[in-house]
């Protein structure tokens, strides 16, 4: 068998997608994003040892209501990660992760959220709790969203880090850590 009859063609994946499209209910096809977001992160190791593995960095998000009530929202957060570690050899990491976001409160006078997430990630230090460079970064945190004028708002968070390569490798203890975010959004 040759490797061309092996893909999937281009025309069934095209007709797959459609009809994915056409089966979804009207208000997944109405997704839309409808903020934008930028965020500046630090933070630091729970369990790596010895000395500590501290972590600058900076979110940038794009984000759309999945669901929208009276005092309630839940979001579809897609982010984009970039870091920089020290004090534990120096290095950088990057990360793609979408995840969920329920906020709670009036957006005129401010909102309480709990989110959580997951995406792959790199990063270029040789950890050994990590046993390879490639990984994936899960998250879960909670926050407050301050708004600023109609369209722009600060927030305030804290999340709680856990990278670890999901058995694609025999060492797999993972860096859990802290890590603080202060951001701002943009609605549109």
Do not use: K
């Not at 190791?45 to 669901?67: E, F, N, Q, T, Y």
């Not at 990057?94 to 997951?118: D, M, N, Q, V």
């Not at 390879?132 to 708004?147: E, K, Q």
Request: positive net charge; glycine residues 12%.
């Amino acid at each position: 068998m040759s490797f061309r009859s092996r893909r999937t063609h281009p025309v069934f994946l095209t007709l797959l997608a459609a009809a994915l499209l056409l089966a979804a209910p009207p208000a997944a096809r109405a997704f839309s994003l409808d903020q934008w977001g930028l965020a500046l992160t630090s933070g630091q190791d729970m369990d790596v040892a010895p000395g500590r593995l501290s972590r600058v960095g900076v979110i940038g998000h794009a984000a759309g209501p999945l669901w929208q009530g009276r005092h309630a929202r839940l979001e579809l957060r897609l982010e984009l990660h970039a870091g920089w570690f020290s004090d534990y050899h120096r290095g950088w990491e990057s990360a793609a992760t979408g995840g969920l976001r329920l906020r709670l409160g009036c957006a005129c006078a401010g909102s309480f959220y709990l989110e959580a997430g997951i995406g792959p990630s790199y990063n270029s230090l040789a950890i050994a709790e990590l046993g390879t460079r490639f990984n994936f970064l899960s998250y879960a945190g909670l926050g407050v969203r301050l708004p600023w004028t109609e369209s722009l708002a600060w927030e305030i968070g804290y999340r709680v880090r856990h990278l670890s390569n999901a058995g694609l490798h025999p060492r797999n203890h993972g860096v859990t850590s802290h890590q603080f975010l202060l951001g701002v959004v943009i609605s549109f």
